[in-house]
């Protein structure tokens, strides 16, 4: 179609119009405009807060449906977006442009409040050390200086009481697991072999004395600790076993003649593997053991073993061997531990919730084996919960750096016009702006972990375990494919190790596969909604509730309403009811069919056990489901608790467009479920592009609301 005069299109003079100039721009560059893509525009502009009335006239002139602009028309709307006050004839610069410096449509530090948290002291007394001497970068060091650099740089936490935050107070600390998370996941800015030092030493070792010890050993090693003047690890991994903690093989057998306990290693599968802490430094492990008594075997505990003396010497019995090179986290010393009929003392087994008389009586307040099971390993939980904070700010990292790298960075353009910013082009935006939204629903998700694990009580243990674990798993997933898109979007520049994508990318990877393998914590999630009733999970029959549980899902499961699943309307699909319900419905479908199927196998007399293996693909859906659709509730409602209402709307969007992301990437699922149309499916995608677009002129600043202060972002590339 011919282009109409020059003068039908106007550039507002209003400043304020040009987020939405670029909003223009990214519609009809994608194509001519349906009559109800121009509506939706048209509306967005006439509600607008900000702009004036000439503007709101000036933006309409470039929405009239019988005559789009021309490619020329539209390259005119580069100059005012690109800030350039030069001609749009002029050569193309030379000289990379400094990142971005116009404003964002909220204040930058309100929204770092927002996600600072109720805890924002503490974060900023960590970035404050982080940030001193002492804590430099060094891009190429050895495994062995690393290490050291580590040890010394948590000695420093140490010496400001950071590391002895959840310990009660008359041992050092303030007894605030929920700062001493707060400190975890501020370190993970810096140095993540830090951070993983950081949550052997104080969470895993300290942080079992606390949970599992009594008076004695509190007295005795809790203070040094927290103030690192003992080094400890905990040795619960076996070589054989993995995540398959119950089937430990380490024994640990009760000499009433001596009173002691003598620790062994009955076999090379039973050596303790990948310890942190053990290579080098440790001086004493929290060794889980089979507890043998009276020749009869009690299940897994925990007791104390010396592994080296003061002078760093092997104790006798035993043997360690240091992992070597990693592909990441080489600043942590992993080591194997064997231990070859190791005596120590009674007094040595955490008798919190078990004990042994002198005389070789074993006495427990839980009567139930299983229980006490789960009661002794859940300093697991608080492993997994801090390995999911972990996991988030190395994210977050990532997108910083590659958000504005890509609002600095050039690339082609149209002939005789400055290049193109990469975060003006659609698939850069597709790339990072749904996973800026993914970051941002993740914070407000893991802070309602962190509040639920802090505020716990007895009657509510099990279920904050399912919750650990399933975030667990989504939160280090999201970091791993986040970080591959943005060293991507960042291309060689992303590629170098000043840039710290190396660093990140290897340092997290193996946050999937620890502190509980992803895949198999999702199948416990699974295992965990299958009935109202955890009770049945106890004993050696999870499915026994199998039948009301699966008429149970099958009766909560409505069908979808047909009117809605055609409903393409801009306001529906931006509803948090919208994507409330889209998300709540696909969990209680996909538990439901999962229990139908599971039935149907024990029916045909299948064992439970192999039952759950031939469904395993469809677990890990119905679990990631479920972690999902919290992590979409807790990003709604972080919303709509936003006291500043620019800050409120710029989230809103971001929310809009985590949901819209995600029922896009499953939109099979949702078609066949008949939950869409292919016209609401269609529709749902180009809302995704729209989302994009107004998102952009924002994406510096919702990037700079994580808070990373420059010095710990680090990354040349991401530098103004």
């Keep these: 179609m011919p282009d109409a005069p020059r003068s039908l299109y106007v550039i507002p003079a209003d400043p304020a119009a040009t987020p939405y100039l670029r909003l223009i721009y990214a519609a009809w560059s ?7 893509e121009i509506r939706s525009v048209q509306t967005h502009i006439a509600s607008a807060k900000g702009l004036s009335d000439a503007a709101r006239t000036d933006l309409q002139s470039w929405l009239q449906p019988n005559r789009p602009p021309s490619i020329e028309s539209l390259q005119t709307l580069l100059k005012p977006m690109s800030g350039d006050l030069a001609s749009v004839t002029e050569p193309r610069p030379t000289v990379e442009p400094p990142v971005s410096t116009a404003s964002a449509s909220f204040s930058v530090a309100a929204l770092q409040e927002v996600t600072a948290g109720k805890r924002a002291a503490t974060r900023r007394r960590v970035f404050e050390i982080l940030s001193g001497p002492g804590f430099e970068r060094h891009w190429e060091r050895s495994k062995e200086a690393h290490r050291e650099q580590v040890l010394e740089q948590l000695k420093v936490l140490a010496a400001d009481g950071i590391g002895s935050l959840s310990y009660p107070e008359e041992y050092g600390g303030s007894d605030d697991m929920g700062r001493f998370a707060v400190a975890f996941e501020t370190t993970a800015f810096y140095d993540i072999s830090l951070t993983i030092k950081f949550g052997v030493q104080f969470g895993l070792f ?9 008076k004695r050993h509190h007295d005795r090693y ?4 927290g103030t690192v003047e003992l080094t400890g690890c905990f040795a619960m991994t076996e070589l054989g076993h993995g995540s398959n903690v119950a089937d430990i093989e380490t024994t640990a057998t009760y000499d009433p003649a001596s009173g002691e306990f003598e620790i062994d290693t009955p076999s090379d599968s039973a050596q303790k593997n ?10 004493l492990a929290v060794v889980f053991a089979q507890l043998v008594v009276g020749g009869e075997v009690q299940g897994v505990h925990a007791l104390l073993v010396p592994i080296r003396d003061e002078a760093g010497a092997t104790m006798p019995g035993v043997r360690i061997e240091d992992c070597g090179q990693k592909l990441g986290l080489n600043g942590v010393d992993n080591g194997r531990i064997w231990f070859d009929h190791v005596r120590v003392p009674r007094e040595n087994l955490f008798n919190r919730y078990a004990d042994v008389s002198p005389e070789g009586e074993y006495v427990s307040p839980i009567e139930s084996p299983s229980k006490r099971f789960f009661t002794t390993i859940g300093a697991l939980v608080a492993g997994r919960v801090s390995v999911a904070l972990g996991a988030l700010s190395a994210m977050k990292s990532g997108l910083a750096i590659a958000v504005r790298y890509g609002d600095r960075r050039r690339q082609f353009g149209a002939s005789g016009a400055p290049e193109t910013r990469l975060l003006d082009y659609r698939t850069h935006q597709r790339k990072l702006l749904p996973r800026l939204a993914s ?5 407000f998700a893991l802070k309602h972990l962190v509040d639920r694990f802090v505020n ?3 009657e509510e243990q099990r279920e904050i375990e399912t919750l650990a674990a399933g975030l667990k798993a989504y939160a280090t997933w999201a970091n791993i494919e986040s970080l591959q898109v943005c060293r991507e979007a960042c291309g060689g520049q992303g590629y170098l190790s000043e840039n710290r994508f190396d660093d990140l990318k290897a340092d997290t990877d193996i946050f999937c596969t620890f502190e509980g393998d992803n895949t198999v914590l999702m199948q416990l999630v699974v295992k965990s909604l299958l009935s109202d009733y955890r009770r049945q999970f106890e004993d050696a029959r999870p499915f026994t509730l199998l039948k009301y549980v699966a008429a149970r899902a099958a009766d909560a499961v409505r069908e979808p309403h047909p009117l809605a699943a055609r409903n393409t309307d801009a306001d529906h699909l931006r509803d948090a009811e919208f994507h409330l319900d889209a998300f ?3 969990e209680q479908r996909l538990l439901g069919s999962l229990a139908r199927r599971l039935k149907h196998r024990l029916d045909q007399g299948m064992d439970s056990f192999y039952a759950l293996v031939d469904v395993q693909d469809h677990v890990l859906a119905a679990a990631n489901a479920h972690a999902e659709r919290i992590v979409m509730e807790q990003f709604v409602a972080g919303v709509a608790g936003c006291v500043d209402p620019a800050v409120q709307t710029a989230l809103g969007k971001l929310s809009a467009l985590f949901a819209l992301s995600r029922i896009e990437v499953d939109r099979g699922w949702f078609l066949e479920a008949g939950y869409v149309s292919t016209a609401k499916s269609h529709a749902i995608r180009e809302q995704v592009n729209v989302l994009c677009a107004e998102i952009r002129p924002d994406a510096v600043g919702l990037a700079d609301g994580f808070g990373i202060p420059d010095r710990l972002l680090g990354a040349p590339i991401a530098m103004p």
Aim: proline share 0%; net charge negative.
């Design 30 to 36: 994608d194509g001519e405009l349906t009559d109800d």
């Design 206 to 214: 300290g942080g079992t004395i606390h949970a599992l010890g009594t």
């Design 222 to 225: 809790l203070r040094q600790a």
């Design 274 to 283: 990948y310890i942190g802490n053990a290579a080098v430094h440790g001086r």
């Design 439 to 443: 970051a941002y629903a993740l914070d």
């Design 456 to 458: 716990r009580n007895e």
């Design 584 to 586: 709540r419905y696909r």
